[in-house]
């Protein structure tokens, strides 16, 4: 049985011409990048490239790329370099439907005596940006927003909110991580301090990321130790991960526009077709301002989990909500920010698409998923005694 793999948001398949691009740097040049020699001097070399090669997706300056672990790790490290470089503000703004990795950070600076403000969303997942700006104060150190959402796909205003939040002086941290590759990213012209990515998300291996630090945002390291990284995240270098990270952001901008175009298309067909044939289904989040590759599909009145289940017994490969949440029957965060009815939120598969996806393996999708629906209704004594019995 073939894989249909469906899960693009939850990690990516490292792209061939970037195994290609890291092999040798973990067989033949394993040197230290930061040795005299230069055995160790030509990784550094390539590290080099690769910065220019995350800059240039980013139009950022290759000085403004650090290489992290990962997208958890730019978070953290982008949050905490806020409130280590003002400390006598006390104030995080972010909004209720960010990947647990600045949630669950928010949250956590909440315990320990910071004030903390999670923006709410509408229906549509839109966020309420009166409600943000009515909260900027001179107490307020970061706000963080997340460009796109990794759940429903959202895409959120992060320019239009950046511009406001640096009239105050306030430092704006963005998690890009679903967003980089999808949406085309200026930081050149942008008023965005600090954005977070991750490889995984964009056909790097996983264990490697990136924040970009605008040049002259206040800075203070999470990591501390060596020299590594301009003394801005201390480790010896991931070096075969961060040259297929360059290897990545360089398929990235060639990618752009199938992803835009082809994929985008594959998902609407998706989508279109499965509301059709699907009988109470619909779609959770903003229509419009959506990524190209994501649709998340509420099917009512059955569980998500029991949805995957049948799925993958086709080699289907998707999330219910969020991946993070999967394991628990509680509905995904987000989804209960929209406000998305318990009915509609427990049944909701997330699919999302990569530029590796063929029509074939759309209409097959499209083929097995409503046989799979019926089934699990017919076994639903919600669906029985409901309105569509
Ligand atoms: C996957 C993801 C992360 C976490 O990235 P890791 O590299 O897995 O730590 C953060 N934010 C969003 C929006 C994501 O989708």
Request: with cysteine.
């Amino acid at each position: 049985m073939e894989t249909v793999y469906v899960d693009n948001n939850a990690t990516t398949r490292v792209a061939p011409e970037v195994v290609e691009a890291m092999t040798p740097y973990f067989s033949d040049f394993y040197g230290n990048p930061s040795s005299m020699h230069a055995f160790g001097g030509s990784v550094g070399a390539k590290l080099k490239t690769a910065r220019e090669q995350v800059a240039s997706l980013l139009g950022a300056l290759p000085e403004e790329i650090v290489f992290t672990s990962c997208g958890t790790e730019s978070d953290s490290t982008a949050i905490h370099a806020a409130l280590q470089s003002n400390p006598d503000k006390r104030h995080i703004i972010t909004t209720r439907v960010e990947h647990p990795a600045v949630k669950n950070l928010v949250e956590h600076l909440g315990k320990i005596g910071y004030r903390t403000t999670f923006v709410p969303v509408d229906r549509q997942g839109r966020l309420d940006l009166d409600f943000l700006y009515d909260r900027l104060s001179d107490d307020t150190a970061i706000v963080s927003v997340m460009w796109a959402n990794n759940e429903t796909g959202t895409i959120f205003p992060v320019e239009e909110i950046a511009r406001k939040v640096r009239q105050r002086g306030i430092v704006f941290h963005t998690d890009a991580v679903q967003a980089v590759g999808k949406v085309p990213i200026d930081m050149g012209d942008s008023a965005i301090d600090m954005l977070s990515l991750s490889g995984h998300k964009l056909h790097a291996p996983k264990g490697i990321g990136a924040l970009y630090v605008r040049k002259g945002t206040k800075f203070a390291p999470f990591l501390m130790g060596g020299h590594q990284e301009g003394g801005r995240r201390a480790g010896t270098e991931n070096s075969a991960s961060i040259i297929g990270l360059g290897r990545a952001a360089q398929l990235a901008t060639e990618w752009m526009d199938e992803e835009n175009s082809r994929v985008r298309a594959f998902r609407d067909k998706l989508e279109s077709e499965l509301l059709k044939r699907v009988p109470a289904s619909m779609v959770n989040g903003d229509p419009e301002n959506r990524l190209p590759n994501t649709t998340s599909i509420a099917f009512e009145y059955i569980e998500g989990e029991a949805i995957l289940l049948l799925m993958d017994q086709h080699g289907i490969c998707a999330s219910s909500g969020s991946a993070c949440t999967s394991g628990s029957l509680e509905p995904s965060h987000v989804l209960r920010a929209m406000g998305v009815p318990f009915t509609a939120a427990h049944g909701s598969i997330r699919f999302s698409l990569s530029i590796y996806n063929t029509e074939e393996e759309i209409d097959f999708i499209i083929d097995k998923m409503p046989p799979i629906i019926e089934r699990l209704r017919q076994m639903s004594p919600f669906w029985r005694e409901g309105q569509f019995a």
